[in-house]
């Protein structure tokens, strides 16, 4: 059982406001004159998605993706699917994916290419972590809150076994 004791703050509430507050404002002016569709990667970016749109005022419309690629493992099984699809319909839509982390690529890239043949307007990214030390496909990454290092995080949305996503603050787990 891993307790918080084992946590090394990695990413302050504090310092997450301020990136949520500036991700904001750079979502606010590329889509100043659009009403984009925002889809949530269900579970861990719901906290992150949260505070983020209520940052955004201007007209949008909110979906959600579940996938599974993890199961209780720390690493990714590489295999993605979808558990829960997106029910919003997409084409001709300015569409912006929200992410908690971006990783080995894996999950991103599944769910970008899902998502293009919907045909969107435009497809972009949003994320509040990247961890491009474990990068293993390439990513388009348009709004990156964080850079982390290559350590397990948890906190803010973010889980390890479904556990420690009411954290308010982001953790790296010690080795």
Do not use: W
């Not at 084992?6 to 002016?29: G, H, M, N, P, Y």
């Not at 992410?99 to 890239?109: F, M, P, Q």
């Not at 496909?137 to 850079?147: E, L, S």
């Amino acid at each position: 059982m891993v307790f918080q004791s084992q946590f090394t703050i990695l990413i302050s509430r504090d310092e997450i406001a301020k990136a949520v507050d500036r991700l904001a404002c750079e979502i606010k002016r590329d889509y100043q004159d659009k009403q984009p569709l925002l889809i949530s990667v269900l579970k861990g970016s719901f906290v992150f998605m949260a505070d983020l749109i209520r940052q955004l005022d201007l007209p949008l419309d909110l979906d959600f993706i579940r996938l599974s690629s993890y199961g209780a493992a720390r690493e990714s099984a590489g295999k993605v699917r979808v558990v829960q699809g997106v029910k919003t319909p997409i084409k001709g839509r300015d569409v912006l994916v929200i992410e908690d982390i971006v990783d080995t690529g894996i999950t991103v890239s599944f769910v970008l290419d899902y998502l293009k043949k919907k045909h969107p307007a435009s497809l972009k990214l949003c994320t509040l972590t990247d961890k491009p030390s474990r990068r293993r496909v390439p990513v388009p990454i348009d709004y990156r809150g964080f850079t982390v290092p290559n350590r397990f995080i948890v906190g803010y949305g973010l889980d390890i076994d479904q556990r420690f996503r009411n954290l308010p603050d982001i953790y790296a787990l010690e080795d």
